[in-house]
């Protein structure tokens, strides 16, 4: 018997029958048609068709990275959540990174937004903050997402993003303006992920011990400082690497660099929602900083990488739904239509019982999620024997606790579709105009040339002169730069 045969382990099949010969199909005869009867083979290949499921529709090409949170500061006084509780508290978190708009085989090194997705594993179960890397997003009703997302994605017939299809939607959407100048921007290609804020981006609630309740935003601050590309570095980049974030991420963590971010918070008491200057709810637009100013909560650290990609980023679920007790949702649209869509996208990428998955699966619970849900593909967890699956029952079941995860939202007026509620400030150009206003003169002239370079390539004058009229309404030398820029490139 030879070293090999003494010290390896035995191959086996799915099923732990011994394997005899790894190298050669069982055929008919030396050179004769295979047998349907090599129940290795076929396993073989039946499994390797399967070892890819559907990718996200948005943010599919992701890195990610396990850490924890550390409380810095005191923050009882507006929400009783308990991982936020004490300061010096450690929650173990796990953090996806994505572009939105590409493939799976996207590059990393590209114009878009970028998500930032963090999963609390909280001792009152698993808290998921679904962000970006912008405070803003392009629209703010959900029923305007799946267009949006078609608008952005490669074009059926040509299959390549097309120009004419990304700004028309842009050109009938006034309120993309305030991220469109976002992503024109300096900040829309980062140079990692490390060296990029991330968001929550949508108003959230905190409710107190008390009882109080408080509209929230997360501002999660790079500790490494702001680093990014222009067009001209980021095509060379993605051209030498296409996978340069997660490079980048990944080595950093393996030579023990161990990227930060330091949370804030802005916090609105609830009854000042109502008579705001501009509807607070509305993730196209940021709250004033000398309005609410940022308050520090304390730092994430990223310090593990994943032992397998496929199995802790592709399949690592997160959705906004996922509050603990002292945080819940706010009345922004597009966050509660995200309270849904996020956790359906799961239920069909990776089945119903994905929450079982060791990086979804809650580690406040021993044995996983204490509830009656039970079957469905892939289940593994059988509740214990004899375990009852309805509730109220008499044999010791998990009980309802009557204690609500958050203060109750007031609503008043009739069912039916309406537009947001209309405040003092609520016009779709006034915060792009203010962002371009802040900009430093090189910034600007690179803001411009970027909106230029892809308006330009826009075949109808009409969708070019309707994104036009909107930078003019930003600002009226914003629009009028960007206006000549385009006729110049038209015109060469």
Same mark, same amino acid.
């Given at each position: ?8 382990? *035995?191959? *086996?099949?799915? %099923?732990? /029958? ?9 055929? $008919? ?7 349907? =009867? ?7 290949? +039946? ?12 943010? !599919?090409?992701?890195?990610? /990275? ?9 923050? *009882? ?14 929650? &173990? ?9 590409? %493939? ?62 990304? #700004? ?13 100048? #976002? ?7 980062? !140079? ?16 107190? /011990? ?16 702001? @680093? ?7 095509? &060379? ?23 930060? #971010?330091?949370?804030?918070? =802005?916090?609105?008491?609830? !009854? ?14 940021? #709250? ?15 310090? @593990? ?5 496929? +199995? ?28 849904? $869509? ?37 289940? %593994? ?24 995860? +958050? ?26 105009? &203010? ?16 909106? +230029? ?11 070019? =002169? ?7 309404? /930003? ?15 038209? &015109?060469?």
């Amino acid at each position: 018997m030879s070293q090999r045969e003494l010290t390896a382990r *035995t191959l *086996t099949t799915e %099923s732990g /029958a011994p394997v005899a010969d790894n190298q050669n199909s069982a055929s $008919a005869g030396i050179g004769g048609p295979l047998l349907i =009867q090599d129940q290795h083979l076929l396993e073989k290949l +039946a499994r390797f068709n399967r070892e890819r499921i559907p990718e996200r529709v948005v943010h !599919a090409r992701g890195s990610g /990275a396990y850490g924890h949170f550390e409380v810095t500061d005191d923050v *009882t006084g507006y929400t009783h959540a308990d991982f936020l509780s004490t300061v010096g508290k450690r929650t &173990e978190v796990f953090l996806r990174f994505s572009t939105v708009a590409d %493939s799976l085989g996207g590059a990393d090194a590209v114009r878009d937004p970028r998500g930032f997705a963090v999963k609390f594993y909280t001792e009152e179960g698993n808290y998921d903050l679904v962000g970006n890397n912008t405070p803003v997003f392009f629209i703010k009703d959900p029923i305007k997402f799946p267009d949006f997302i078609h608008s952005q994605k490669r074009d059926p017939f040509s299959g390549r993003q097309e120009p004419d299809n990304v #700004w028309d939607f842009w050109a009938h959407s006034p309120e993309a303006t305030h991220q469109v100048t #976002w992503l024109m921007g300096d900040r829309g290609i980062p !140079a990692s992920y490390r060296h990029m804020d991330g968001f929550g981006s949508h108003t959230y609630q905190w409710t107190n /011990a008390k009882g109080e309740s408080f509209f929230v935003k997360y501002h999660f601050k790079t500790d490494q400082g702001i @680093r990014c590309l222009t067009a001209d570095q980021a095509a &060379e980049i993605a051209g030498q690497d296409p996978t340069s974030h997660q490079t980048d991420l990944v080595q950093a963590i393996e030579r023990g660099v161990h990227p930060s #971010w330091t949370l804030h918070v =802005q916090l609105m008491p609830v !009854a000042e929602a109502a008579n705001y200057r501009f509807n607070p709810f509305d993730v196209t637009k940021v #709250w004033p900083h000398s309005d609410y100013p940022l308050r520090r909560v304390g730092r994430l650290v990223l310090d @593990r990488n994943p032992d397998n990609v496929f +199995a802790e980023v592709e399949q690592a679920a997160f959705s906004p739904n996922n509050f603990v007790p002292g945080i819940g949702p706010s009345p922004d649209k597009m966050l509660q239509g995200r309270l849904f $869509a996020y956790a359906d996208a799961h239920r069909y990428r990776l089945g119903v019982n994905h929450t079982q998955l060791a990086v979804n699966a809650p580690k406040a619970v021993p044995g996983g999620a204490a509830n009656y849900g039970r079957d469905g593909l892939m289940a %593994s967890n059988s509740q214990g024997r004899a375990a009852k699956n309805y509730e109220p029952n008499s044999y010791d079941g998990p009980v309802e606790t009557g204690r609500p995860l +958050a203060a109750p939202l007031a609503v008043s007026g009739h069912t039916g579709t309406h537009e947001a509620p209309l405040h003092t400030k609520d016009d779709h150009f006034f915060q792009a105009g &203010e962002l371009y206003r802040l900009m430093a003169e090189d910034e600007k002239k690179r803001l411009v040339a970027n909106i +230029a370079g892809g308006l330009s390539q826009v075949s109808r004058e009409d969708v070019v =002169q309707k994104n036009l009229a909107h930078f003019h309404a /930003a600002d009226p030398e914003y629009g009028k730069r960007v206006e000549e820029a385009v006729r110049a490139l038209r &015109e060469d």
